[in-house]
């Protein structure tokens, strides 16, 4: 059986190593990356050139501009802009050099603010998005669109999946614009020691959250690439193409900040200042849809945090910020 060539875009951030560790570990993929240097995504004609000389069996897209809510805040045009131009380039490229087959990362912020929970595939498109990161959000929308339009149109397989909030290896751990595991991390340990009595955290502690370790999204991608087209065009509809992944199970920040400072051994107290807003109340996605589908998660909260730790202790020279 010959090797299937894959194109993974994106393979520095925290989903796209994953899936390309992922990938060496199945076995039978010649795995091709670049870098930002080597390969600018943004540009048409460089995009449109290297599909063409290299001749993908797969794409896996995991390349896109991310960041916290004050990055989203505070450049808006450069969200939409990146990722619409990283998108639109890799999946007409894919297309127009015959790539079958394709997988489309997504986020689960493209759903409405005042989605119902959990939330299910068919909320996309129902309401009013979160408006700090309602570019980005409008991007990734695009991208699972025009997967579907070239399925429509072409009788592409180009799938999506949709993760919940995810943490792991390769996380960004910066102490201004980290997400709130790697800031947690960061926190508990630099507070562990200095031997702080106390650490502060934001709010009540009572939102719920979802979180999902990389390792568990990278299996899932690849999981979905390779459901037979059968199976997996029974569990979605032309207009509706995209998969949520996530546990399906969410945690208190309270839970969660409590058990961030048992793995990283702080001893001191947690004290919560209520004056900080503390969010939306709950964010849960309804992952059924892939459990039919036969995958779900399998690395615990716990675990996954071990896990995030550890690299953390092993990569920090890398990230003082």
């Not at 450049?75 to 015959?98: G, K, S, V």
Request: proline share 4%; net charge negative.
């Amino acid at each position: 059986m010959s090797m299937k060539k894959v194109f993974v875009a994106g393979h520095r951030g925290m989903v796209g190593s994953a899936i390309v560790r992922q990938l060496e570990e199945r076995g039978g993929f010649s795995i091709v990356t670049r870098n930002r240097s080597e390969l600018d995504l943004t540009n048409q004609q460089a995009v449109s050139e290297f599909f063409a000389a290299e001749q993908f069996d797969q794409v896996y897209l995991a390349a896109a501009k991310v960041g916290g809510i004050i990055a989203n805040n505070t450049y808006p045009a450069e969200f939409i802009y990146e990722n619409l131009m990283i998108q639109a380039n890799i999946i007409h490229a894919a297309h127009a050099t015959d790539v079958q087959q394709l997988l489309f990362l997504g986020s689960s912020c493209i759903y409405p603010k005042l989605a119902g929970q959990p939330m299910a595939e068919t909320a996309l498109l129902t309401g009013t998005l979160e408006p700090t990161n309602e570019p980005y959000a409008i991007a990734k929308i695009a991208g699972i669109k025009l997967c579907e339009s070239y399925n429509r149109q072409y009788g592409r397989d180009y799938r999506s999946v949709m993760p919940t909030n995810l943490y792991g290896p390769n996380d960004n751990f910066h102490p201004e614009n980290s997400h709130v595991i790697p800031a947690l991390l960061r926190r508990f340990h630099e507070a562990k020691l200095a031997r702080a009595a106390e650490v502060t955290a934001w709010g009540t502690g009572s939102p719920m959250r979802e979180f999902l370790h990389v390792d568990d999204m990278a299996a899932a991608s690849v999981h979905v690439m390779h459901l037979d087209n059968a199976t997996y065009e029974a569990n979605t509809q032309p207009m509706l193409s995209h998969i949520n992944v996530g546990t399906g199970v969410d945690c208190t920040i309270k839970e969660l900040t409590e058990t961030v400072a048992k793995v990283v051994g702080f001893q001191g107290e947690i004290v919560w200042d209520t004056s900080k807003p503390d969010g939306t109340p709950r964010k849960l996605m309804d992952v059924s849809r892939l459990k039919s589908l036969g995958w779900q998660a399998s690395i615990g909260l716990e675990d996954g945090l071990r896990d995030a730790y550890q690299w953390f202790l092993d990569n920090q020279t890398s990230f003082r910020g």
